[in-house]
């Protein structure tokens, strides 16, 4: 079994550490991803997000070239065990010669601060598919959650700007993998009226489940499928069962906002689901898209771990709990790497 992951945040944890004074990096640490437990998994391949906001004072330029010096550090120091790629035919070298590949992205369209030629630099330091937005607007367009809104209510009016558009034709003509998750319902469409190649929704569930508005809904996962787009399992709690979080969001909605917006990227520290929540969500999404439409996009360290959680040494645990819930071999297989690899190999060649 082999294993590939939309999105992990591991990156950014790593610097954010070594900012409070620890000594942490990537072969292994106390986060929920480092290289030694992805290759008791059985990765293949891992997509590196590196994690891009606003902040005042800050340029989201200049925090990418900061994480971009992290990720190569750590590539190079531990070269025994993972490479970066830029191509599948880099990923099946690394195959050969024994070692896992990494992918680099960037989740927050404002790293490129609505420039073009920005966005080319990215491209030239490897980056090969980008999460549009986070929980902010930006230059290229708008979130289905910021501070202005609660976690149920889709953003229906605002999507991509006419920079974002110039953006993802550009993303689409020099070969980075659009990502739609975090974006808004309206950006989404947009992505689908100025694009014609694959894209992806890196971690994302089904809204049908659960109706927080980072899930996607029916529509959305069939119209996804319909491009030959993939969208990534989501491993966060809040993400994967509605009573718990619904209930909690609707006692005091301006709470749990609040935290969302001072911890940054996770809203509630509280486990409250498990390997069959997540395994009810690629029943739906497979039933309304297809099997080849589904992946997986754990989130690992942009999420808070709880009880219940996969684990990426024991990621076997979850293609169990797939096959006693009904999935064949070959459909875990096409969920675990292949939907990843055929996309990969559409868009990255």
């Not at 998994?41 to 971009?68: C, H, I, R, T, W």
């Not at 006692?251 to 520290?269: P, W």
């Not at 969920?335 to 559409?346: D, P, T, V």
């Amino acid at each position: 079994m082999k294993v590939i992951d939309l999105h992990c945040d591991t990156i950014y944890e790593i610097l954010a550490g070594r900012k409070r004074g620890e000594h942490i990096g990537l072969r292994k640490n106390r986060l929920m991803l480092d290289l030694e437990r992805m290759q008791q998994g059985g990765y293949f391949l891992q997509n590196f997000a590196l994690f891009v906001e606003k902040k005042q004072g800050e340029s989201p330029f200049d925090m990418f070239k900061e994480l971009l010096d992290v990720f190569n550090m750590e590539i190079k120091e531990n070269e025994d065990l993972i490479a970066k790629v830029l191509t599948t035919d880099d990923m099946q070298e690394n195959e050969k010669a024994g070692k896992m590949s990494a992918l680099l992205t960037v989740e927050g369209g404002e790293a490129c601060e609505g420039k073009l030629e920005n966005l080319k630099y990215l491209y030239e330091q490897g980056v090969r598919m980008m999460t549009l937005t986070w929980n902010f607007p930006n230059e290229i367009g708008y979130p289905n959650f910021d501070e202005s809104r609660d976690f149920f209510t889709p953003n229906m009016e605002e999507g991509l700007t006419e920079t974002g558009i110039l953006f993802v034709e550009e993303m689409e003509r020099l070969g980075i993998i659009v990502d739609v998750s975090h974006l808004s319902d309206a950006g989404f469409y947009d992505v689908l009226k100025y694009t014609k190649r694959p894209f992806v929704a890196s971690h994302s569930n089904a809204r049908s489940i659960c109706p927080w508005v980072r899930n996607l809904t029916d529509d959305m996962i069939r119209r996804l499928a319909d491009r030959g787009g993939v969208t990534g399992l989501n491993y966060c709690a809040d993400f994967l069962r509605k009573p718990a979080v619904q209930e909690k969001a609707e006692k005091n909605k301006s709470e749990e906002k609040e935290r969302l917006i001072r911890n940054g990227r996770q809203a509630s520290k509280e486990g409250y689901a498990d390997l069959e929540d997540i395994a009810r969500h690629a029943r739906h999404i497979v039933d309304i898209g297809g099997i080849e439409c589904l992946g997986l996009g754990s989130d690992f360290d942009g999420i808070p771990a709880y009880q219940g959680c996969p684990k990426a040494e024991r990621i076997d645990e979850l293609a169990d709990v797939l096959a006693k819930n009904g999935f064949h071999e070959r459909e875990i297989d096409k969920i675990f790497y292949q939907n990843a690899f055929r996309l990969y190999q559409e868009v990255l060649g």
